[in-house]
């Protein structure tokens, strides 16, 4: 399935600024909101349903030997048509 990317912002930023960031869009979510991702003047508005699938990734990239990259990944993944998808397993975050 091809992929179009809607918007994309990558920089550094502090713990706290994340944090900030994290909390807006878990505010939207309770809520019921929409989310808007905005940066100069490029935006995109998405409306999250009331169940999307949640997905948690952590992943270390690089050589086998030796220091790499290491990134965890937040995702939430729904179809446009509004169809729910199944839940697996509970996660925890601590």
């Known amino acids: 399935m091809p992929e179009e990317v809607l918007f994309e912002s990558e920089s550094r930023r502090s713990r706290e600024e994340i944090a900030a960031y994290l909390r807006t869009v878990a505010d939207s979510l309770d809520a019921g909101n929409a989310i808007t991702l905005t940066r100069g003047d490029e935006s995109t508005t998405l409306e ?4 999307p699938t949640f ?11 030796g220091p790499g990259e290491l990134s965890v ?8 048509d509004g169809g ?6 509970d996660l925890r975050i601590e």
């Open 55 to 65: 997905e948690v990734k952590a992943e270390r990239e690089g050589p086998a030997e």
């Open 48 to 51: 999250p349903p009331a169940r």
């Open 73 to 80: 990944e937040f995702e939430l993944e729904w179809d446009e």
């Open 84 to 89: 729910d998808a199944s839940a697996d397993g």
